[in-house]
């Protein structure tokens, strides 16, 4: 069993890095296959046994290629996706998810409707609603009127692959509307009877907590009860990561465990009522029996998701085990989970919740009897006298408060390494915390949550009075939760690391877990946390001892986001993306996991070059994330703006006012010059807005970069008078290639070599505008564009220059087979 | 069918070792391994043929021990499988104390399995166990005699009783006693409530351990009143 997983889970792995078409696959499956019955049938079942792992490994790579690498039909929605706005009508396959401001709906299409008629289609769509209005429901035909768009792959190094994430939910095309009145319902109650039974009890229970509850406790009530997260807010949540107790929220194990030991401990407990009954029935099987449907009916209440899967078929293998007398072994259990989600969704294998939640369980069983062994002592003298000398309850509750330590400490040590990849973030107080928000919020408010779900149906004024009692323990958990994540050091950023320092680590977890048990562990594990400190300081030397300088610009879409690493290590970050709603965090989600991913914890200039949402933005995350030494801008926007109010608030006293006239600075080699603004003239208004952009200039022996900001023509006309010598070898072309900038003048004194396009794919603007393109073009410059190249990077040793784009083939999408990952 | 059941659930749960969870895919399900079982002691001759003592010496004639020499019993003889030590211990008190009741089906096959010349189960008419207060029954939630009764009456499909024999008064448990204070606790705890059922019948009385003897002699005692024709006792371990 364990070897077919792992054969298995081997088979999806590689999948998804190589592809061969599916007919060879299955091919090869009915060839193993074909042979294991042979030998199945010749009794020679040893043989026959070798062959299975194969054949699931064969599966599961069939199955993750069908998914990423799909053959799509010519009617495929994938086909529409472009300009053009399409009536289009579908079923919701799976209820309504809301998120803080905006409802995702999921829609199974069927037809759209042209002017020559309806025409049937197929594929998944992804429908965002840009409001919470909706009241729409599962199994509901809707019709709408969006463009089709595909969802964007990663273009940034470390960054999050959306395309690919929805592509493992088989969703290929995304859409949007800006109101829920856009999104007409045609008819309900499509789709499966039984989900909407399911769909009406979640419905009661959402609308109940919607009036009963105040917003805050709302949230955590619906995501203990529904799984629905999306009530909760981006501070609180954001607390909870910090605290390390953001597990609390997901419907896990905890949850479960909660669920089937209540139903459990009340069969049992009611059964031994009559003792009669316990000679005839066995007391266990039957509470387990009883346990069963309460479970399974709460994962689907919880909205199905993966982690609560997980623990239910858990749960269920133990109850099962139970009932049919089997020696309940916790590694099968979880194997079986493992396998049984797996083969059921073999993508849920790179969800995040899939992989945490197994990583927790496993830390567990595995870590805890081994740490028992560290504390054997206490059976040993003198402590084995104080141990007896203690009173029995105060024995127990010791026991209990050690365990919960334990086995927090256990998930945590477990998952660390994990959630360091993920989200940079380890939590030093998550020991602390989840000793004291484990029990109140995972089982107290968990269980009072739960009840007044159940008590929703039956009597609406004991569910009131339970929700009082428990809007109250969730003011304390809320109240605990944010002091924990106030506490000084609550949390350590950390860089990304690398698959060899997961190997790394998790080889010194499982060593130093086994001191006791195995001889060489000892020294092993002084070996291996040898190698890890060698590799960091190996990368530290690389890093500060480099002869060459990179500069990276980033895709933030339309925005500027560009990094440059120092020959001696240093970092500058010159502007840091955003959105035109703010919605989306360019800082947040593509150049911090860049630092990160490079290694990088510190940036030594963080660089504003006007104070402009799509510069601006990224850079708060940027200035509370990182350790930020300097911080320079063009001394605009004291005034105007909250984003540029905090921007200067954050900055504090790092801040300097840069521009001409600013003495030119060394960083290493680099030379750094200030061409824009003139410093000093600011009262009188001739450079406002995009004109007054921080113009840089960084040389480094022969080559020279030119950021040129937003400047227009009347800012590139004051360089061009003040300048004498302006040829770049690369420019970051003004505002985006667009008309108001790139003067023929400019562009034929800076003649740059290379000329590079921060665009937005499939922007509103339509730049870069051709006429700029054909400007430089025409120069001889090569032309880079971050909506088609994604990441565009430059690196030099002063004389060469050699330049990296992260989407390496420029050539777009044409119809047919559609690659999901780049 | 029947088969392609059992092999699904030897695929999902493998099966493994009862006492020592030792994975034991590929040969037979819920047996013990079998270097569990050679750490179980099983007691040879000679022995005590009234209470089922063996002896340590290799070689000799089966002769009465020395508490049977002076203790007056009412069972025609006591059995079992072996001594109260080691991994029996382990495994007896996960069974009954730690509520690992799917250790009855294991231990019930070995109590099946016992094998002696002058002992077969087809002699018994009915099969009792050693009844519990319903107090301590709440506590426990099951009566491990009766598990294992209820496996051996299985096997060899002769009727089991549960309800004739009952007890009346709630004790100390044995366990915190003494000998003698154990003779005197027990005295009186035990009533049959259903003399019909029992009378005249040969009595196969289950227990899990047989420490003193002060238990089932006292459960002999008031069934051979209420009319049992003969009281054997079967337990799985005995203190010696």
């Known amino acids: ?822 | 069918m029947g088969s392609f059941w059992h092999a699904l659930i030897e695929f999902f749960f493998p099966p493994r070792c009862p006492f020592c969870g030792i994975n034991l895919a590929g040969s037979g399900a819920s047996r013990p391994c079998s270097s569990c079982l050679s750490e179980i002691k099983f007691f040879a001759h000679p022995r005590c043929p009234r209470c089922g003592l063996g002896f340590y010496t290799v070689s000799g004639e089966d002769h009465l021990c020395s508490g049977c020499l002076s203790e007056e019993w009412d069972f025609a003889r006591a059995r079992s499988l072996g001594p109260y030590e080691g991994l029996m211990i382990e495994i007896i008190s996960r069974f009954k104390f730690k509520g690992a009741t799917r250790l009855a089906k294991p231990l019930g096959a070995l109590l099946a399995e016992y094998k002696d010349p002058d002992f077969s189960f087809s002699e018994f008419d009915l099969i009792l166990s050693v009844p519990l207060h319903p107090k301590r029954l709440k506590q426990r939630g099951f009566n491990q005699s009766l598990l294992l009764a209820r496996r051996v009456s299985q096997a060899f499909s002769i009727p089991l009783d549960f309800k004739s024999l009952q007890r009346i008064r709630h004790t100390l448990p044995q366990t915190e006693l003494s000998g003698p204070e154990r003779k005197k606790n027990i005295r009186g705890a035990f009533e049959v409530k259903e003399n019909r059922s029992i009378s005249g019948k040969r009595l196969l009385l289950v227990d899990d351990v047989f420490t003193t003897g002060a238990t089932v002699q006292e459960c002999s005692k008031v069934l051979l009143k209420a009319g049992a024709k003969q009281v054997d006792i079967l337990t799985l371990a005995r203190v010696v």
């Open chain 1, 1 to 822: 069993m364990p070897l077919i997983l792992f054969a298995y889970i081997s088979g999806i792995i590689a999948g998804n890095y190589f592809h061969l078409p599916s007919s060879w696959i299955m091919a090869g499956i009915m060839g193993a296959s074909l042979i294991f019955l042979i030998f199945f049938f010749g009794r020679k079942g040893r043989a026959a046994l070798i062959l299975s792992p194969l054949i699931f490994a064969l599966l599961g790579f069939l199955y993750i290629g069908r998914l990423l690498y799909p053959d799509f039909p010519s009617n495929h929605l994938i086909h529409l996706a472009g300009d053009k706005r399409y009536h289009l009508e579908g079923v919701l396959y799976r209820p309504p998810e809301p998120t803080e401001e905006k409802t995702r709906l999921f829609v199974r299409s069927e037809k759209i409707y042209l002017e020559e008629g309806y025409f049937p289609v197929v594929g998944n769509l992804l429908l965002t609603v840009k409001d919470r209005n909706g009241d729409l429901r599962y199994g509901d035909r809707v019709r709408f009127i969006s463009k089709l768009y595909l969802p964007r792959p990663a273009t940034n190094p470390g960054a999050f692959d959306y395309r690919r994430f929805l592509a493992l939910k088989e969703v290929r095309v995304t859409a949007y509307v800006n109101n829920a009145s856009e999104v007409v319902r045609m008819q309900e109650g499509m789709g499966n009877a039984f989900f909407h039974f399911i769909e009406r009890g979640r419905e009661k229970i959402r609308k109940f907590l919607d009036v009963n509850a105040p917003p805050h406790s709302r949230g955590i009530i619906k995501a203990l009860v529904l799984g629905e997260r999306g009530d909760i807010g981006r501070e609180t949540n954001e607390k909870f990561i910090v605290a390390g107790v953001n597990h609390i929220l997901s419907i896990s194990g905890l949850h479960v465990a909660l669920v089937a030991g209540f139903f459990f401990g009340a069969t049992r407990w009611t059964i031994k009522l009559f003792p009669s009954l316990l000679l005839r029935w066995n007391l266990n099987k039957t509470s387990a029996l009883a346990a069963v449907v309460p479970v399974i009916f709460y994962t689907f209440i919880a909205g199905l998701g993966v982690a609560a899967v997980r623990s239910t078929i858990m749960m269920l293998s133990f109850l099962l085990a139970l009932l049919l007398d089997r020696e309940e072994d916790l590694y099968d259990a979880l194997f079986l989970a493992a396998f049984l989600i797996l083969i059921v969704s073999p993508a849920a294998l790179f969800d995040i919740s899939f992989q945490f939640s197994f990583l927790a369980v496993l830390a567990i069983i595995y870590l805890i009897p081994r740490f028992k062994e560290y504390f054997s002592f206490l059976q040993t003298w003198p402590f084995k006298s104080w141990v007896e000398e203690q009173p029995r309850w105060k024995m127990k509750i010791l026991i209990y408060l050690s365990a919960g330590l334990l086995t927090s400490t256990a998930a945590i040590l477990g998952t660390g390494p994990l959630v360091g990849y993920y989200f940079n973030r380890i939590s030093l107080v998550g020991f602390l915390a989840n000793f004291f928000l484990v029990p109140l919020m995972g089982f107290a408010n968990t269980l009072l949550s739960l009840l007044t779900a159940l008590l929703v149906f039956f009597s609406l004024p004991l569910a009131k009075i339970l929700t009082a009692l428990n809007v109250f323990l969730i003011n304390i958990s809320l109240g605990l939760v944010d002091l924990f994540s106030r506490l000084p050091l609550a949390s350590q950023r950390v860089t990304t690391p690398t698959g060899a320092e997961l190997v790394l680590l998790y080889g010194m977890l499982i060593l130093a877990a086994n001191l006791k048990r195995w001889k060489r562990a000892l020294p092993g594990l002084i070996g291996l946390a040898g190698i890890f400190v060698a590799l960091q300081a190996y990368g530290y030397y690389a890093v500060h001892h480099g002869k060459e300088l990179t500069v990276s610009f980033l895709d933030v879409g339309q925005g500027d986001a560009a990094v440059v690493h120092f020959p001696q290590g240093g970092i500058m970050v010159i502007d840091g993306g955003g959105s035109p709603d703010g919605s989306f965090d360019p800082g947040e989600r593509i150049v911090a996991p860049y630092l990160w991913k490079a290694k990088r914890k510190k940036i030594d200039y963080l660089v504003s070059t006007h104070p402009h949402p799509d510069h601006l933005q990224g850079l708060l995350f940027l200035l509370s994330n990182f350790r930020v030494k300097e911080v320079w801008d063009n001394g605009e926007g004291k005034e105007d703006g909250a984003l540029s109010r905090t921007f200067i608030t954050l900055a504090g006293e790092r801040l300097q006012m840069m521009g001409r006239g600013k003495v030119h600075l060394e960083i290493g080699s680099v030379k750094i010059e200030f061409l824009h603004p003139p410093l000093g003239e600011k009262d009188d208004k001739i450079f406002q807005g995009n004109n007054a952009s921080l113009v840089i200039r960084l040389t480094f022996g022969e080559v020279s970069f030119l950021f040129g900001g937003d400047v227009e023509a009347a800012a590139e006309k004051e360089i061009l008078r003040t300048q004498a010598a302006m040829q770049s070898t690369v420019l970051k072309v003004p505002h985006h290639g667009s008309k108001t900038s790139s003067t023929p003048e400019f562009v034929e004194n800076v003649r740059p070599r290379f000329a590079v396009f921060t665009v937005r794919a499939g922007g509103r603007h339509r730049l870069p505008h051709p006429i700029v393109l054909k400007r430089y073009e025409d120069i001889g410059a090569k032309p880079y564009r971050s909506d088609r190249d994604g990441a565009i990077t430059f690196v030099t040793n002063g004389k060469d220059l050699r330049v990296r784009t992260f989407i390496g083939n420029k050539t777009g999408f044409g119809p047919g087979r559609i690659p999901t990952s780049l």
